[in-house]
């Protein structure tokens, strides 16, 4: 018969002892395992740049805000969780009434997904927000209604399809409206006069011997020329004409509201400060001129073509005239 020492029966615990053993060992497991999941989902959820929410429709409480909602905000999120309104202090003035409107609208749609709105942080920076939202389908009828949505910070793209547009729409050189897009907007004002019947003028402006400044001072000192003749044109037009540059030296602007007599006197307040400009270039100073051929919509057969073929034939007019002068068509 073998005899059991108190050692020996130590090393073997009873069935129920191990058992118990095993059970806490496995859930001790479990809870390191949903830790790390926690942990995991925690690092997910801080390093996406989107704040997920969770909104009760009922008592305009907010249930849910994830942690990037601090970084992207800029403010505490406590406030949020304690007072709705937080967020609507942090939406841009003018966006309010729309991030609210679109909002509501998930009541009857069940989801929108189209909503792009800027806020304010906390230190004043505008940010965009593409902050899609949907009614919670688990909710249990007692809950009343939840509304979950994913609010992503858009601004890098924002400013980048404002770069792009940009580029699309502006002579690089002057920065004023390229060919394309002065005739785009000059198509729209043109359709708009003729539909409420009021007046417009269009205006052509050649710099009188461009080439010759070119062979004579350089290109560089040409393009410094067409950037001052630009910055002239912005400065004496006044709010709501067009200008823009439409070829090498020449350059168009449009009069909405306005007839050719009122836009000649425009045209002649362009033409005294373009006279006072002064240029330089290796200790030889010289000055540049324009020519100008002002019309207007004359009979409802008019079309925006046979207003720029119009307005330049009386600014080569002005050109055979002597240059420097304001020729009407």
Same mark, same amino acid.
């Given at each position: ?6 050692? #020996? ?6 069935? /129920?002892? =191990?058992?118990?053993? !095993? +059970?806490?060992?496995?859930?001790? @497991?479990? $809870? ?56 609507? #202090? ?6 309010? /009434?729309? =991030?609210?409107?679109? !909002? +509501?609208?998930?009541?009857?749609? @069940?989801? $929108? ?217």
């Amino acid at each position: 018969m073998v005899k059991h020492t108190p050692s #020996s029966m130590s090393q073997h615990p009873p069935p /129920e002892a =191990a058992q118990t053993l !095993l +059970a806490l060992m496995h859930a001790q @497991g479990e $809870v390191a395992r949903l830790s790390e999941r926690e942990q995991l989902f925690s690092a997910l959820l801080d390093s996406v740049n989107a704040v997920l929410w969770a909104f009760d429709w009922e008592s305009r409480k907010v249930l849910y805000v994830s942690p990037a909602y601090e970084r992207i905000f800029g403010r505490p999120a406590s406030l949020l969780l304690a007072d709705y309104n937080e967020w609507r #202090s942090s939406v841009y003035p003018d966006d309010l /009434e729309y =991030a609210e409107r679109s !909002l +509501a609208e998930v009541l009857v749609k @069940g989801a $929108v997904e189209d909503r792009e709105y800027r806020i304010m942080t906390a230190d004043g920076q505008l940010r965009w927000l593409s902050d899609k939202c949907y009614i919670n389908q688990q909710t249990d009828g007692d809950q009343g209604v939840i509304v979950v949505g994913i609010a992503e910070d858009i601004t890098e793209n924002k400013q980048l399809q404002g770069e792009l547009q940009r580029l699309a729409t502006t002579d690089v050189l002057t920065q004023s409206s390229n060919r394309r897009h002065f005739f785009d907007c000059a198509r729209g004002a043109f359709e708009k006069a003729r539909q409420d019947g009021t007046a417009l003028a269009f205006l052509l402006l050649d710099i009188d011997d461009f080439k010759q400044i070119n062979d004579t001072y350089g290109h560089p000192t040409g393009d410094h020329v067409l950037l001052r003749i630009a910055d002239s044109g912005k400065t004496v037009l006044r709010r709501g004409d067009l200008f823009g540059r439409i070829g090498g030296e020449e350059f168009a602007a449009m009069f909405p509201d306005c007839t050719p007599e009122m836009a000649q006197h425009v045209a002649e307040r362009l033409q005294r400060e373009i006279q006072r400009l002064s240029f330089s270039h290796d200790d030889q100073t010289f000055g540049v001129t324009v020519s100008q051929g002002l019309t207007g919509i004359v009979d409802s057969d008019e079309t925006l073509d046979s207003l720029f073929a119009r307005a330049d034939a009386a600014m080569y007019q002005a050109k055979r005239q002597g240059k420097n002068q304001i020729v009407l068509g």
